[in-house]
């Protein structure tokens, strides 16, 4: 993957899966896997193993990883999915939403 159009703090909107048109906040990307970690969308249970602080051990519900192809950015103004483009403005590169034209933000 090149560029990432999905960066951590964007809020996504699942597009398949058992999660589907549930929306959460991305809370890590992993670019070279082509995978983002979003806020209680694909809840996993996980069991600890026991440790001196808990020796019972425990369970978990962890966020799982979701393919990226499987997210789509929501756009702020309208509150819909939309597709990310890339333009450079002042010299700067810029994310934008294509459904609306507004700029996302300013890194890249």
């Known amino acids: ?3 990432s159009r999905i960066r951590k ?6 597009l398949a ?15 070279k896997k082509g995978k983002v970690v979003v806020e209680n969308i694909n809840i ?13 051990g425990s369970i978990i519900d962890k966020p799982m990883p979701l393919d990226m192809s ?4 929501v756009d702020k103004t309208k509150n819909e999915p939309t597709r990310v483009g890339r333009k450079q403005v002042h010299g700067k590169w810029m994310r934008y939403a ?4 507004e700029i996302m933000d300013s890194r890249s």
């Open 98 to 101: 294509k459904r609306s034209g």
């Open 70 to 73: 499987n997210v789509m950015v």
């Open 9 to 14: 703090g964007d809020t996504v909107m699942v």
């Open 44 to 56: 996993a249970r996980k069991h600890q193993r026991p440790t001196q602080e808990t020796p019972q």
């Open 1 to 3: 993957m090149s560029v």
């Open 17 to 31: 899966g058992k999660d589907r048109g549930r929306t959460g906040k991305v809370i890590k990307v992993l670019t």
